[in-house]
């Protein structure tokens, strides 16, 4: 990446966020960055890829902001999601399985219907696809329209509840904060969960920034009887890199297989807004929570993504990011099990 490229999708960035902000758009600090520069290479803009090292620089500061919110007062709770858990997973398989017959009725093929349904990931099931030969084009501009939906609505949906107010959110943030934000004892458990997050990345784990940090930094908390605040700076700025990253995963094909598969993809983008909103009015009405941690905590976006999402909605973190984690994994065991067993 050169520096002119480097710039430009500085400006693209800071360009998209002001915008949003000022029409008061939800979620304005990723979905800003990921519209403009989205727009950008749709038209052609070429601009390449975040390096690695820097997108999962992103998610270990997120895992972070997650872990963050892990300490003794809060284990309890953690127990207690076992249940909704068990809904999630059971939901990701069913709609799964659901999406991929439907996907068969459209003459794709099996492997390219599975890993188009399942979500999992742009570039975890597009590789999943090429190992069986399917449609890799198909499977990325289903998987793309799939983050394009849930992150562009869910925020609306949640923004809607919240001007009903039906809803009382705060930011799951500890009320009793024992040390300063930096002081030596924080940046050590900082360090703890930042190791956590490089081990997983060397395993070559899919998220493995978010979901090494994430406990590591969780447990060093609890061992050490500690609770603190995550610099809120900090963390808008891995959203923004969220953003960037999403955007710049767009080009010109995508588009093009968008027009060719229209019909379906409407069919598709209703299906996830509507079992979405069943999945969640679900969880919130058997568990008693609110509507809208139960919506973000449901929608089958990316786990960065949709944590970069409840955070700026200011809804459970730690809810969300557990029954996503949950999601992510089914989708990571289960699909390529599948894919083994039933694909020759």
Known sequence: MTLEQAGLIIVLALLGFGVLKKIGFPASTILGPLVFIGTYQVLGGGLPLLPAFLSNTFLIIIGLNI???????????????????????????????????????????????????????????????????????????????????????????????????????????????????????????????????LLLIALGVPGGGILGSMPALGVANIVSNQKYNFPSRLMRFALWGVGINIGLEFSPEIIMEIKQMLLPIIGFSLAIVISNLLVGWLISYLYHWDLVTALLSSAPGGLSQMVAVTYEMKADVLKVSILQLV???????????????IIT
Do not use: C, H
């Not at 399942?118 to 198909?138: C, D, Q, R, S």
């Open 327 to 341: 999601r992510v994994l089914t989708i990571l065991t289960s699909v390529p099990l599948a894919a083994a067993l």
């Open 67 to 197: 872990g963050t919110s892990i300490n003794r007062d809060n284990v309890e709770d953690i127990k207690k999601m076992w249940a909704p858990s068990l809904v999630i997973a059971a939901f990701t398989l069913v709609t799964t399985l659901i999406m991929t017959l439907i996907f068969l009725k459209m003459a794709l093929d099996l492997p390219t219907a599975l890993f188009s349904a399942a979500p999992g990931g742009i570039a975890e099931m597009a590789i999943l696809g090429l190992a069986y030969k399917a449609n890799v084009a198909t499977i990325s501009t289903f998987q793309v329209v799939r983050y394009l939906v849930i992150i562009g609505i869910v925020p609306l949906l949640v923004k809607y509840f919240q001007n009903k107010n039906a809803l009382n959110l705060k930011v799951e943030n500890p009320s009793d904060v024992s040390l300063p934000m930096f002081s030596p004892q924080i940046i050590g458990l900082y360090v703890i969960g930042i190791l956590g997050g």
